[in-house]
């Protein structure tokens, strides 16, 4: 069983930085990409941020450009996000998620493992 684990959230007044980290344990898998995901009170889960694994090659949410970072660890299936700039309307449960095959950077339903999430809330 693979499993996902999230940490980093918590609560950040505007303007602030909060960085995420997703590490994957348990039954060991090549994945093609990581990304994260949010989903916000009464809103449906949005696309934040991809990284391949191979080429390292990046995609952003046009809500997050210039503000948000992704990047590998150096451990295997380890992806962080860094966020500066966060707003209000950044605050949500931010998901880390995992898949195996090329599929679409922004579909959710193209990643085959998720974690829990961790809430991310930012302060006006």
């Known amino acids: 069983q693979v499993q996902l684990v999230e940490s980093g959230g918590g609560l950040v007044q505007a303007g602030g930085s909060l960085r995420l980290s997703c590490a994957a344990s348990g039954r060991t898998f090549s994945s093609y990409a990581m990304g994260w995901f949010r989903q916000a009170p009464g809103k449906e889960r949005e696309f934040v941020a991809a990284i391949n694994w191979i080429g390292g090659n990046t995609q952003y949410a046009d809500s997050v450009k210039g503000r948000f970072t992704i990047s590998r660890g150096n451990a295997k299936n380890t992806v962080y996000l860094q966020m500066n700039s966060l707003k209000p309307e950044d605050t949500a449960v931010y998901s880390c998620?995992?898949?195996?095959?090329?599929?679409?950077?922004?579909?959710?339903?193209?990643?085959?493992?998720w974690g829990q999430g961790t809430q991310v809330t930012v302060s006006s």
């Open positions: 998620a995992a898949r195996t095959y090329s599929g679409y950077y922004y579909r959710d339903r193209d990643y085959n493992y």
